[in-house]
């Protein structure tokens, strides 16, 4: 993989596919920021070398959603709702108002790629989840406006749908991309996140929604060609 030569700002960088995400900024070497709540807990788990990388605030606040977005060329929002736990914000808050209005601060501050970490199912309303503060209805919301926004000549998307996540170690699965939310399944957060950096770069994931899950157990170099099966 080339290396992608802009400056990613990852959303949700704490949470278990946002560190994901960054260790696989580092691995390929790409210039990073993370937007975060807690410096401490960033430190924690990813030591003193993001001490200068990291802009503390949350997605409620605009001004510092436009200072986290100031020097970014992409985004990487990995932000997600915890429907298990009663004291957490609900999705509506989270997977739509948050990602809504991150996605249209960004574009307004220049950010010129926004890549979603969604989730599988989105389109079916009678999915089980969706008792859970009608989740999947509200990621749904948040994908369309980064979709509306993002399309503007200039400007580009990713959204990614990941199954069912696990916390498995990457390219150990041969992984299957499709399109029209038909399949099932699940996948490791890793390979997520392994997806999610390899969009930035990948022609065939611009202007794309697609459904990721794991196959069978096929140790990989590189999932870069999985984009294949998109187009």
Known sequence: MHPYSGTVLVAGATGRTGQR????LQHYGVDY???VRSGEKALEKFGPEV??????GTTEHEQEIVAACRHADAVICALGSNVMDPEALP?????????????????????????LISSLAVTRPEHPLNKYGRVLDMK????NEVRR?????????????????????PLQHRLVLDT??????SIDRSDVAEIAVLSLVAPEAVNRTFELIRAE?????????CFRQLS
């Open 51 to 56: 001490t200068d990388r990291l802009t503390l």
């Open 140 to 143: 749904l919301a948040g994908e």
């Open 149 to 169: 926004l993002f399309t503007d000549e200039g400007f580009a998307f990713t959204v990614i749908r990941p199954g069912g996540l696990l916390d498995g170690p």
């Open 217 to 225: 157990e096929a140790p990989q170099e590189s999932l870069l060609g």
């Open 33 to 35: 920021r993370l937007f």
């Open 91 to 115: 999705p509506s808050a989270i997977d739509r108002d948050a990602v809504i209005r991150l996605a249209t601060l960004a574009k307004k501050e220049g950010v010129k790629t926004f890549i």
């Open 180 to 185: 029209g939310d038909r399949i099932t399944g």
């Open 21 to 24: 995400v960054v260790r696989r």
